[in-house]
């Protein structure tokens, strides 16, 4: 059972998702219903890779599955049948687990890369045959719908969808925390470490495999019931590889090994995309550079390094690792601003635009605008000034991670404790 104090920072967090809403505004409130749901479909989807240890790069199936689902079952309800607007997630739940069910069956004969790879190809048969299947998925338009009101609920603005998304994905949230502590959650962990002794125990191994993956179907359903209701439409890009592999970036980063460590990782994409992506083009190069650095430096996502260093609060002279926490911070925003200088400067220099004025300066290097300063290509000063702030920020990143190790050694004895695996489902 989590620890008291742990019981009131999330109540806590809680109640600021309640009372905060109301002061913010559209814009945000659209953006927290899209980092609820992108919570709620990495918790399901974290179900398969961090307890089972089953990777599938094709959750968009049943994320889709649920928002058709639920349009219909709208659809339904716009014609006169008297179903509460509030319990529409349900259709996608029903049909997440219905159709996890069939595609958990084939897809667990097999393991590893091959269960990856028979994931993926589900995705794409739905993602190719939406298009074709106008009376079910709308064809290539897809299907709309309208929220209809209920009990007093008119459900026309935003925040009444942001409340009941809210609702939904507390409630999922905590069947997904209960699972994990209940004989069968366990069973999961045990696939996941061994298989072979849990068929030696006398388990069905294939069985509880289709079970789990049907669980997380049914989860991934919700949210995208949730997405559905909120957008009022769908098409058949949900089914599209990119819903698959966003859920999985946002999974690692936050770290599968501890149970909210899917939640900060779609928040912290969701909201990243939500303050970026209006910013500059280049804004998925940038989240595929987040996966690849925190993979590389910390395996075990942010949260697993969050928690390593919540478990080991009491052994650490945080005087002393103040000072290097802040010079990393300070080289990491050194090299984040030469990387973001060299993108940005990429994606003037080979866009069309500055191919127009190459054109018209018969094929010189015109100067370009660039962080409300114009640089010009041929000059040297401005690319010195990117390779300063990277050479300036590995240098001093490089030191610091020196000290910060020399200060974790201390503590254990050991320089390499930042590799350790944090233990499922957060302290108990």
Same mark, same amino acid.
């Given at each position: 059972?989590?620890?008291?104090? @742990?019981? &009131?920072?999330?109540?806590?967090?809680?109640?600021?998702?309640?009372?905060?809403?109301?002061?913010?505004?559209?814009?945000?409130?659209?953006?927290?219903?899209?980092?609820?749901?992108?919570? /709620?479909?990495?918790?399901?989807?974290?179900?398969?890779?961090?307890?089972?240890?089953?990777?599938?790069?094709?959750?968009?199936?049943?994320?889709?599955?649920?928002?058709f689902a639920a349009l219909h079952l709208m659809l339904a309800v716009e014609d006169g049948l008297p179903f509460p607007t509030p319990l529409l997630p349900l259709a996608g739940a029903a049909a997440g687990l219905?159709?996890? &069910?069939?595609?958990?069956?084939?897809?667990?004969?097999?393991?590893?890369?091959?269960?990856? &790879?028979?994931?993926?190809?589900?995705?794409?048969?739905?993602?190719?045959? $939406?298009?074709?299947?106008?009376?079910?998925?709308?064809?290539?338009?897809?299907?709309? %719908?309208?929220?209809?009101?209920?009990?007093?609920?008119?459900?026309?603005?935003?925040?009444?969808?942001?409340?009941?998304?809210?609702?939904?994905?507390?409630?999922?949230?905590?069947? /997904?925390?209960?699972?994990?502590?209940?004989?069968?959650?366990?069973?999961?962990?045990?696939?996941?470490?061994?298989?072979?002794?849990?068929?030696?125990?006398?388990?069905?191994?294939?069985?509880?495999?289709?079970?789990?993956?049907?669980?997380? $179907?049914?989860?991934?359903?919700?949210?995208?019931?949730?997405?559905?209701?909120?957008?009022?439409?769908?098409?058949? %890009?949900?089914?599209?590889?990119? #819903?698959?592999?966003?859920?999985? /970036?946002?999974?690692?980063?936050?770290?599968? @090994?501890?149970?909210?460590?899917?939640?900060?990782?779609?928040?912290?994409?969701?909201?990243?995309?939500? /303050?970026?992506?209006?910013?500059?083009?280049?804004?998925?190069?940038?989240?595929?550079?987040?996966?690849?650095?925190?993979?590389?430096?910390?395996?075990?996502?942010?949260?697993?390094?969050?928690? +390593? +260093?919540?478990?080991?609060? +009491?052994?650490?002279?945080?005087?002393?690792?103040?000072?290097?926490?802040?010079?990393?911070?300070?080289?990491?925003?050194?090299?984040?601003?030469?990387?973001?200088?060299?993108?940005?400067?990429?994606?003037?220099?080979?866009?069309?635009?500055?191919?127009?004025?190459?054109?018209? $300066?018969?094929?010189?290097?015109?100067?370009?605008?660039?962080?409300?300063?114009?640089?010009?290509?041929?000059?040297?000063?401005?690319?010195?000034?990117?390779? $300063?702030? &990277?050479?300036?920020?590995?240098? #001093?990143?490089?030191?610091?991670?020196?000290?910060?190790?020399?200060?974790?050694?201390?503590?254990?004895?050991?320089?390499? @404790?930042?590799?350790?695996?944090?233990?499922?489902?957060?302290?108990?």
């Open positions: 059972m989590p620890n008291l104090r @742990t019981l &009131l920072i999330l109540a806590a967090l809680l109640v600021l998702l309640i009372a905060v809403p109301p002061f913010l505004g559209l814009g945000w409130q659209n953006a927290l219903v899209n980092v609820l749901i992108a919570s /709620l479909f990495a918790l399901a989807f974290n179900l398969l890779i961090g307890q089972a240890g089953l990777l599938s790069f094709g959750h968009a199936a049943y994320f889709g599955v649920g928002a219905l159709v996890g &069910l069939v595609a958990g069956y084939f897809a667990s004969m097999r393991s590893g890369v091959y269960f990856a &790879l028979v994931t993926l190809a589900i995705a794409e048969l739905f993602h190719s045959l $939406a298009p074709r299947l106008e009376g079910l998925f709308g064809g290539e338009s897809g299907v709309s %719908s309208m929220r209809m009101p209920w009990q007093g609920f008119s459900f026309g603005s935003m925040l009444e969808v942001y409340y009941m998304t809210l609702a939904w994905v507390v409630l999922c949230g905590l069947g /997904l925390w209960a699972y994990t502590r209940t004989p069968f959650g366990r069973l999961t962990l045990a696939l996941r470490d061994n298989e072979q002794r849990v068929r030696f125990l006398g388990y069905n191994a294939h069985a509880s495999k289709v079970i789990i993956f049907a669980v997380s $179907a049914m989860f991934t359903g919700i949210a995208g019931a949730l997405q559905a209701i909120s957008n009022e439409t769908a098409n058949y %890009s949900l089914f599209g590889s990119i #819903v698959s592999s966003q859920v999985v /970036l946002q999974t690692f980063v936050g770290g599968a @090994t501890v149970f909210f460590g899917p939640v900060i990782g779609a928040t912290a994409f969701a909201l990243f995309s939500f /303050l970026v992506s209006d910013l500059t083009r280049s804004w998925l190069l940038y989240q595929g550079l987040i996966f690849v650095l925190i993979m590389l430096y910390a395996p075990t996502g942010i949260g697993g390094v969050v928690h +390593h +260093h919540i478990r080991n609060r +009491h052994q650490l002279d945080w005087a002393r690792l103040a000072g290097p926490y802040l010079m990393a911070l300070a080289g990491g925003l050194l090299i984040a601003g030469g990387v973001v200088f060299l993108v940005e400067s990429a994606s003037v220099l080979f866009g069309e635009e500055y191919a127009r004025l190459r054109h018209a $300066a018969e094929g010189g290097l015109p100067p370009y605008a660039l962080f409300g300063a114009e640089w010009s290509p041929a000059s040297v000063l401005t690319w010195i000034i990117p390779a $300063a702030l &990277l050479a300036g920020g590995i240098a #001093v990143l490089i030191r610091a991670r020196r000290e910060i190790d020399t200060l974790w050694a201390r503590k254990d004895g050991t320089r390499d @404790t930042m590799a350790e695996t944090a233990p499922l489902g957060g302290e108990a």
